[in-house]
């Protein structure tokens, strides 16, 4: 059972482009995490989701950032017109269909850099 | 919402020492507390979890305790090995689900 899968794993945009990350959970998964990690700093929660839906997208900036998690494919992170503040790791988590309240398993991230 | 504070920022204590690292919690409602360990440039990993209706939880040379009545809860690393060097983060979720908000983080260094 292969973990969380991210890729890429490095990522560098200029400023203004867009930058698009995917998250595929362990099988059997079906509840997906975002969170983004700042340098020498906690992770903060961005979004939850379930297959085709979005649960929680409190940590979410209200403008252009996106996240979906389709019926079928990975879970993605769109980042629109990307500012250097939006540098950062970015990690995706998921845990099981029965008990998503139990560990969580995160991916190995992806390293945003804006340049 | 949750606010969670870890104490202290950095850790450094001689191989064999014992480690303690302490967090805070705001939300009453919170019920599920996880401990995790990142290493330099890697993902966090899970290294022990509690849940509220528990005071204590160890394994091997690692325990947690929490206190629900005064919202904090500690990592107890003992014997530590230069292999336990690393970044650790507490975190706490509300409900049936996993969204966590982490603490600030302890980098520990154990000197050998």
């Known amino acids: 059972n292969a973990g969380v899968m991210q890729n890429p794993r490095h990522l560098v945009r200029r400023r203004g482009q867009e930058a698009r990350l995917r998250c595929s959970p362990m099988?059997?998964?079906?509840?997906v995490y975002w969170y983004r990690q700042l340098p020498e700093e906690g992770l903060k929660f961005m979004v939850y989701?379930?297959?085709?839906?979005?649960?929680?997208e409190s940590g979410m900036p209200k403008e252009r950032f996106s996240a979906e998690f389709p019926k079928e494919g990975p879970s993605i992170l769109r980042i629109q017109q990307v500012v250097r503040g939006d540098s950062a790791a970015y990690f995706c988590?998921?845990?099981?269909?029965?008990?998503?309240?139990?560990?969580?398993?995160f991916g190995q991230g992806t390293r945003l850099t804006v340049v | 919402g949750e606010n969670v504070e870890q104490h202290p920022s950095t850790l450094s204590v001689q191989e064999g020492d014992s480690a303690v690292i302490k967090c805070t919690y705001s939300?009453?409602?919170?019920?599920?507390f996880p401990w995790y360990k990142q290493e330099l440039g890697k993902r966090p990993q899970l290294i022990i979890d509690?849940?509220?209706?528990?005071g204590e939880k160890k394994d091997q040379r690692i325990a947690v305790t929490l206190n629900k009545t005064a919202k904090h809860f500690s990592l107890h690393i003992t014997e530590t090995q230069p292999e336990d060097s690393a970044v650790y983060f507490c975190a706490a979720s509300i409900g049936n689900f996993n969204k966590f908000y982490f603490g600030s983080g302890t980098k520990l260094n154990v000197k050998p």
């Open positions: 099988k059997g998964h079906s509840h």
């Open positions: 989701l379930q297959k085709e839906n979005i649960i929680d």
């Open positions: 509690i849940r509220s209706n528990v």
């Open positions: 988590a998921s845990s099981p269909d029965l008990t998503p309240n139990t560990e969580a398993f």
């Open positions: 939300d009453s409602a919170s019920n599920y």
